[in-house]
């Protein structure tokens, strides 16, 4: 049984590292502007979106942290938790452990450094800048890769879980930059730094309704009919109002509407105001997905036969229709 802490981490841990990879990727992206080509943005200029891209660094450090926290105690055996490290395997629970631990190790290393200069022209700041970014898609990766490991599970047993749980993730990402730039300074939502982020985030939650909709297709014409009585928990039973209103309308729908209008036709003085809303759902979103899935996923298998029964004699009855209209 996965436990909420342990969902919690898959929400931490993916939002999480999205942002410390975002938060760093964009941190590189303006300190080279800075060297190469002064014409770009002004060097004050540069300062605002900089101290933007370095909170969000650091906020997502805080959720990685956090989701680490609850993973140490949801293991119940925390003081055991370092023979991963110690005794590295090719199994996928040590590579998630490794990309852990160097998120911890160069995010903070960045979020401690970053408080004497928020740029990346210093040789040491650069490299850990380049180097935090690889293990924290990695992590981004594994929070839904590990779902689909449990392939006892039918409605997680694709590859498209991943797919989805990762656009989840880098959206959530975004949101929190999106959030850091709110706290630290609205204008950067409206300069080109914040202009990019908000149209990648629109693109990624666009992404994401496309591969919930791949997701729920596969799991209705899976052969397994455990996917489809899976699935069903989630359209039309205990759990449709956390998918439907917690995820389908306030995580993906709304943000994805909210951030169009924002950069489409919002006025400047209400963008700031209809960017943070929108990133608050998403990360609202992103939270419910997780929870709507794994509790799907995981719900008692005496309430299968029941469903699986169910399920059938639906099928068979619109089978039936079928020919009686032929």
Do not use: K, N
Not at 35 to 52: K, N
Not at 55 to 78: E, T
């Amino acid at each position: 049984m996965i436990s909420d802490l342990a969902i919690a981490y898959l929400f931490c841990g993916g939002a999480g590292a999205a942002a410390v990879a975002l938060g760093a990727l964009v941190g590189l992206a303006l300190s080279r502007c800075r060297q190469h080509d002064r014409r770009v943005l002004a060097p004050t200029a540069l300062a605002r979106p900089l101290r933007a891209a370095h909170r969000c660094l650091q906020a997502g450090w805080c959720l990685v942290a956090f989701g680490a926290l609850c993973l140490l105690i949801d293991l119940g055996r925390p003081e055991r938790a370092h023979l991963l490290l110690a005794y590295p395997t090719s199994s996928l629970i040590s590579v998630g452990s490794v990309a852990l631990s160097l998120v911890l190790g160069l995010g903070g290393a960045l979020a401690l450094t970053g408080e004497v200069a928020h740029d990346y022209r210093t040789p040491l700041r650069r490299l850990l800048g380049i180097a935090v970014v690889p293990p924290a898609l990695v992590l981004v990766v594994y929070t839904g890769v590990l779902l689909q490991w449990l392939a006892t599970v039918a409605l997680w047993s694709t590859p498209l879980l991943p797919a989805l749980f990762s656009l989840s993730s880098l959206s959530a990402g975004c949101a929190v930059f999106t959030l850091t730039c709110v706290l630290v300074d609205p204008r950067v939502l409206r300069e080109r730094v914040g202009t990019v982020v908000g149209w990648v985030e629109i693109a990624l939650l666009t992404a994401e309704a496309v591969a919930v909709a791949a997701f729920c297709g596969w799991a209705l014409s899976s052969s397994d009919a455990a996917a489809s009585v899976r699935l069903l928990m989630l359209a039309d039973g205990p759990l449709a109002s956390w998918w439907w209103a917690g995820f389908a309308v306030a995580g993906v729908a709304a943000p994805l509407a909210l951030c169009l209008l924002g950069r489409m036709g919002a006025a400047r003085q209400v963008l700031s105001s209809l960017l943070a809303v929108a990133a608050v759902l998403s990360l609202v979103g992103s939270v419910t997905l997780r929870f709507s899935v794994v509790e799907a996923g995981q719900r008692p298998s005496f309430d299968d036969a029941a469903l699986i029964r169910s399920l059938a004699d639906d099928r068979a009855l619109s089978l039936a229709e079928g020919v009686d209209g032929v």
